[in-house]
C-alpha cells in the first residue's frame, strides 16, 4: 500500500508530533500514518508545533475526524482554577488552569470544529470527589500513595510503582495510614494520627473535586466565567456540543463507587440533564501493561460491567464514550517491547468493529522518531496499520444543504447499540468528507445526521474507495 492510498480512521497519538520517522526516509509522523484522531496538549507547544500551528495542521491543513485537548491536573502540575491562564494561545506554563483550559478549548473549537472536547489527563489519580479539603502527609513520612478504596499511605522513602519502597528490606514497615480505604481500611498498618476527620491525603496542593468538575464542565460548555474564574452555571452554553473525558486507568474497576461523578447532571440547567462526565480515556497504566496485556478485552469489559448500570441509574445518560490506548513509551520504564502494544492494538480493532469504543490512542507520537533503527524495525509500525487496519477504511463525501455553519455529526453503528461518534464538522462550500472504518465481521452502516433536525442518511463505506451521499 502506498502512502497516498492511506486513509483516515479511529486511531490516533495521545499528543502528536511534527517530526520525521527514524527510518531516514524524512517522512513526516502524520504524513506516514494518516491518523485520524488526535489529542493535543493545554500547552503553548506540543510534539514540536505551537498550538495554533498544531490546530492548523490538523483541522484545516488535514481535515482530520476528531481533535481532543488533553488538560494537567495537579499531579501534572497544573492547577483546578488559575484566573491569569488567559491567553488563547499560550497556556500558562506554570500551573495552567483546568477550568481555563476548558474554557481555552471552548473558545477553540469555534475555529476547529472538529474539536469535540477535552480530556483530563491522569483524572482519577486526582479525584478526590465530594471531599472538601485534603491533609498532608507527616514531614517524617513525607511521599503518599494508594487511592480511596485502599487507603491512603504515607512512606518515608520516594513511591516505586505505586507502592512504599525501602532502600533495603525491612522486617516491619515504616509507613503510616493517613486515611482508611472505604474498602480495605488500613490493612492492619497503624495510622498516622493527624488525620482523625479522616480526609483525603493531599497528592498535591489541591485535589479535584466533584464540584471542580463540574466548574471544569461548565466552562467546556462555553458557559460564562469571570475574572476570579468562576463559571456561572445558569448561563447559556456557546459549545454544547462539547464532551468531558477523564483518564481512568484499568486497576481502579474493581473497587469503583460512584459518588455522582458518571451518574449526576450538571445543576441549573433548563431541559434534558446534562451529565458531568461525558468519557473515559481507558488505560492499563504503563508500569503494569507488559504484565497485563493480555487481559485488555476482559479488563475493558469489567470497566463496562462497573460503569453501565451507574451510568443510567438517575438519568437516561448514554454509556460513557471510551477511548481505549497503549503505550509505546512510559516516563517512567522508557520504550516498551512492542508485543503488548500490538496485541491490545489488534484486540482494540475488535472492539471498535463491535461498536464498543470511538477510538484507539497511542502514546505518543512524540515516541516514534526517538526510536533507534533497531527498535523501528522491531515495533514495525508501518506494516502494523497497513495489514490490519488501512484495508478496512474507506471514505465518504456528500453534498449538505443549508447553511455554512450547519453542524454534521457522523457515527458509526446504527440499530441496538448505541453508534460512536466518528466526527462532528461543517461542510465545506456545501461538500462534507469523512474517513471511516467499514466493518470487518460484517459491513456497518455510518449514520450521517444533522442535530436538532430528523435528516440522517446512512452510508456504508467501502474499503479504499469514496462513496457518495446526500443531506
Known amino acids: ?109 469555534k475555529l476547529c470544529p472538529q474539536l469535540s472536547g477535552v480530556i483530563i489527563d491522569d483524572f482519577l489519580q486526582n479525584y478526590a470527589g465530594n471531599e472538601t479539603g485534603c491533609v498532608q502527609c507527616p514531614k517524617s513520612r513525607p511521599y503518599m500513595y494508594g487511592d480511596k478504596s485502599s487507603g491512603n499511605y504515607c512512606c518515608p522513602w520516594p513511591i516505586v510503582a505505586g507502592h512504599c519502597a525501602p532502600p533495603v528490606p525491612l522486617t516491619s514497615t515504616a509507613e503510616c495510614c493517613l486515611n482508611p480505604g472505604y474498602l480495605l481500611k488500613c ?26 468538575v463540574i466548574q471544569i464542565k461548565g466552562a467546556l460548555l462555553g458557559k460564562s466565567i469571570d475574572a476570579e474564574g468562576r463559571v456561572d452555571l445558569s448561563s447559556p452554553s456557546t459549545t454544547p456540543h462539547l464532551r468531558l473525558f477523564g483518564v481512568w486507568y484499568t486497576r481502579f474497576t474493581k473497587n469503583y463507587i460512584d459518588d455522582g461523578l458518571l451518574s449526576g447532571a450538571l445543576p441549573f440547567q433548563s431541559g ?17 501493561q507488559n504484565a497485563q496485556y493480555k487481559q485488555w478485552t476482559a479488563q475493558y469489559h469489567a470497566f463496562r460491567a462497573a460503569t453501565d448500570s451507574v451510568r443510567t441509574s438517575h438519568h ?31 484486540q482494540s480493532l475488535v472492539l471498535y468493529d463491535e461498536v464498543e469504543i470511538e477510538g484507539f490512542f497511542l502514546f505518543t507520537a512524540a515516541t516514534i522518531p526517538k526510536l533507534n533503527h533497531s527498535m523501528w524495525e522491531k515495533w514495525d509500525l508501518v506494516h502494523l ?17 443549508g447553511p455554512l455553519d450547519t453542524r454534521v455529526n457522523v457515527y458509526y453503528g446504527t440499530g441496538a447499540k448505541e453508534g460512536v461518534l466518528v466526527t462532528s464538522k461543517f ?6 468528507c469523512f474517513d471511516g472504518w467499514t466493518g470487518k465481521q460484517r459491513p456497518v452502516a455510518h449514520r450521517v445526521m444533522i442535530p436538532g433536525t430528523n435528516r440522517s442518511v446512512e452510508v456504508f463505506l467501502k474499503a479504499g474507495e469514496t462513496v457518495a451521499f446526500k443531506i
Open 187 to 212: 490493612q492492619g498498618i497503624p495510622r498516622c494520627g493527624t488525620n482523625p476527620q479522616n480526609h483525603t491525603g493531599c497528592v498535591n496542593s489541591k485535589i479535584v473535586t466533584l464540584e471542580d
Open 385 to 401: 496499520m497497513d495489514s490490519s487496519y488501512q484495508p478496512w477504511l474507506g471514505r465518504a463525501c456528500g453534498s449538505v444543504a
Open 427 to 432: 461542510p465545506r462550500h456545501g461538500e462534507l
Open 272 to 288: 434534558a440533564p446534562i451529565p458531568i462526565l461525558d468519557g473515559i480515556s481507558l488505560w492499563i497504566e504503563g508500569t503494569d
Open 1 to 109: 500500500m502506498v502512502q497516498g492510498d492511506r486513509y483516515q480512521g479511529f486511531v490516533g497519538p495521545y499528543n502528536p508530533s511534527n517530526l520525521t520517522l527514524p527510518d531516514g526516509s524524512g517522512r513526516g509522523v502524520w504524513p506516514t500514518f494518516r491518523f485520524g484522531r488526535t489529542a493535543i496538549e493545554n500547552a503553548a507547544e506540543d510534539g514540536g508545533w505551537l498550538l495554533e500551528d498544531d490546530l492548523h495542521y490538523h483541522c484545516q491543513d488535514h481535515d482530520l475526524n476528531s481533535v481532543l485537548g488533553i488538560m494537567l491536573p495537579p499531579t501534572e502540575k497544573g492547577v483546578v482554577s488559575n484566573p491569569n491562564d488567559t491567553s488563547l494561545w499560550k497556556p500558562a506554563a506554570t500551573k495552567p488552569g483546568l477550568v481555563q483550559g476548558a474554557h481555552r478549548f471552548s473558545e477553540l473549537s
Open 316 to 346: 437516561p445518560f448514554p454509556r460513557l464514550a471510551t477511548y481505549g490506548g497503549s503505550y509505546i513509551e512510559h516516563s517512567r520504564i522508557g520504550i516498551l517491547p512492542p508485543a503488548p502494544f500490538q496485541s491490545m492494538f489488534m
